[in-house]
């Protein structure tokens, strides 16, 4: 399907038929988080995403799909600390722009705790995300949700405890990571 205007203002979740909510999963390599203000980077060799959409046309972009949960593994900060890393509350999917191959947006209220030996720090804000749709091949490819390190998002890092300078209250910080998207027939958004 090609480019729609960018004000469009509704979109299809398909394929359709079936109508109706339904839920999805999503895997990731590694993943990265960045202080922007002190360089500083927070690396996992794995991730995980579970979350919620509805099925059908005609629908808003803001929420149109909803991040209950994320796990991620073997995270490695600075000098060389283990973290943990604990998804607070629902992050919200955000369609904005239809693109050729689906859409881009924004994942909205993120917000996550940082746990490691003599460092804690909790991140939370917004970031940017393009949508890649499943095609139509036999079998047909897994859908993307491709979490982008750049501008504009607006993560900020809060609530730190110790880190030896290397994160700082209120400091910036950026995400990238790339989910391939689970589900028993080719997901896909498109507007209208």
């Given at each position: 399907?090609g480019?729609?205007?960018?004000?469009?203002?509704?979109?299809?979740?398909?394929?359709?038929?079936p109508?109706?909510?339904?839920?999805?999963?999503?895997?990731?390599?590694?993943?990265?988080?960045?202080?922007t203000?002190?360089?500083t980077?927070l690396?996992?060799?794995?991730?995980?995403?579970?979350?919620?959409?509805?099925?059908?046309?005609?629908?808003?972009?803001?929420?149109?799909?909803?991040?209950?949960?994320?796990?991620?593994?073997?995270?490695?900060?600075?000098?060389?600390?283990?973290?943990?890393?604990?998804?607070?509350?629902?992050?919200?999917?955000?369609?904005?722009?239809?693109?050729?191959?689906?859409?881009?947006?924004?994942?909205?209220?993120?917000?996550?705790?940082?746990?490691?030996?003599?460092?804690s720090?909790?991140?939370?804000?917004?970031?940017?995300?393009?949508?890649?749709?499943s095609?139509?091949?036999?079998?047909?490819?897994?859908?993307?949700?491709?979490v982008?390190?750049?501008n504009p998002?607006?993560?900020?890092?809060?609530?730190?405890?110790?880190?030896?300078?290397?994160?700082?209250?209120?400091?910036?910080?950026?995400f990238?990571?790339?989910y391939?998207?689970t589900?028993p027939?080719?997901?896909?958004?498109?507007?209208?």
């Amino acid at each position: 399907m090609g480019a729609v205007p960018a004000g469009a203002a509704t979109w299809t979740v398909g394929p359709t038929p079936p109508t109706g909510p339904f839920t999805f999963n999503g895997s990731a390599g590694q993943t990265v988080l960045t202080d922007t203000t002190t360089g500083t980077q927070l690396t996992c060799s794995s991730s995980t995403a579970t979350g919620a959409a509805t099925r059908g046309s005609g629908q808003a972009g803001p929420g149109i799909a909803r991040i209950t949960s994320t796990t991620f593994s073997n995270c490695v900060g600075p000098l060389g600390i283990m973290f943990t890393v604990q998804h607070v509350g629902t992050w919200l999917l955000n369609a904005v722009t239809p693109t050729a191959t689906g859409a881009n947006g924004t994942i909205t209220a993120v917000q996550a705790r940082l746990s490691g030996s003599l460092c804690s720090a909790t991140v939370s804000g917004s970031v940017p995300v393009s949508f890649i749709n499943s095609n139509n091949a036999t079998p047909p490819s897994q859908a993307q949700l491709q979490v982008l390190p750049t501008n504009p998002g607006t993560l900020t890092i809060t609530n730190v405890s110790g880190c030896f300078g290397l994160i700082n209250n209120n400091d910036k910080a950026s995400f990238r990571g790339t989910y391939n998207i689970t589900n028993p027939v080719p997901l896909r958004i498109t507007s209208p």
